[in-house]
């Protein structure tokens, strides 16, 4: 009769702090012989369905930003540096958009007049020269997802309405893609 006391106060106990949820192994009609906590998450309802960020102070309200600044060590640094130039030579499948492809006599001479033309308009975003027997081929950017190859689609169809994209094997794309999206979706 005391154990089941003692048992009763646990339970009593454990139900104010959490979730108590009892399994009851019954073995020839004896009492259960276990006992499994499930502790409740604690989560505050205001915040259901909204973002952090939009109830920091000054986040947008009045015409004023919030600042998030991350502090982390350099060791996190150096290793993540480290990590890309070790694996810089590795490969993906990913998608590139072509804006260039013909076999007639001056294609070589296009193909520089293309890629070159790009170069200008955006500076940032990667772009590749070949030479596949018999065309000559321009490609731009290593896109991991054929939505980001969309993007670089849509702003170089003005000044290359033939550009389309392709799959290929593409190199790993650059950690900080601000500077390239920016120049993309700005259109410089």
């Given at each position: 009769m005391n154990k089941y006391i003692r048992l009763a106060t646990v339970v009593a106990v454990l139900f104010f702090a959490g979730t108590v949820r009892m399994q009851a192994q019954t073995v020839k009609g004896q009492s259960p012989d276990s006992l499994a906590l499930s502790m409740s998450t604690v989560m505050d309802s205001t915040l259901m369905g909204k973002s952090i960020?939009?109830?920091?102070?000054?986040?947008?309200?009045?015409?004023?930003?919030?600042?998030?600044?991350?502090?982390?060590?350099?060791?996190?640094?150096?290793?993540?540096n480290s990590h890309i130039a070790a694996n810089s030579e590795r490969k993906l499948s990913g998608y590139r958009v072509r804006i260039f492809s013909d076999n007639k006599q001056n294609?070589?001479?296009?193909?520089?007049?293309?890629?070159?033309?790009?170069?200008?308009?955006?500076?940032?975003?990667?772009?590749?020269?070949?030479?596949?027997?018999?065309?000559?081929?321009?490609?731009?950017?290593?896109?991991?997802?054929?939505?980001?190859?969309?993007?670089?689609?849509?702003?170089?169809?003005?000044?290359?309405?033939?550009?389309?994209?392709?799959?290929?094997?593409?190199?790993?794309?650059?950690?900080?893609?601000?500077?390239?999206?920016?120049?993309?979706?700005?259109?410089?």
């Amino acid at each position: 009769m005391n154990k089941y006391i003692r048992l009763a106060t646990v339970v009593a106990v454990l139900f104010f702090a959490g979730t108590v949820r009892m399994q009851a192994q019954t073995v020839k009609g004896q009492s259960p012989d276990s006992l499994a906590l499930s502790m409740s998450t604690v989560m505050d309802s205001t915040l259901m369905g909204k973002s952090i960020f939009s109830i920091l102070p000054g986040s947008g309200r009045n015409g004023s930003q919030s600042v998030v600044s991350v502090n982390q060590s350099d060791a996190v640094l150096k290793a993540l540096n480290s990590h890309i130039a070790a694996n810089s030579e590795r490969k993906l499948s990913g998608y590139r958009v072509r804006i260039f492809s013909d076999n007639k006599q001056n294609a070589r001479t296009a193909s520089e007049a293309a890629l070159e033309t790009f170069k200008g308009k955006f500076p940032g975003c990667p772009a590749y020269r070949t030479y596949t027997n018999p065309f000559f081929k321009v490609t731009v950017g290593d896109f991991r997802t054929k939505s980001e190859a969309m993007l670089m689609l849509q702003q170089v169809k003005s000044i290359f309405p033939t550009a389309f994209i392709v799959p290929e094997t593409i190199n790993y794309p650059a950690l900080n893609k601000s500077v390239v999206f920016n120049s993309i979706i700005s259109g410089n």
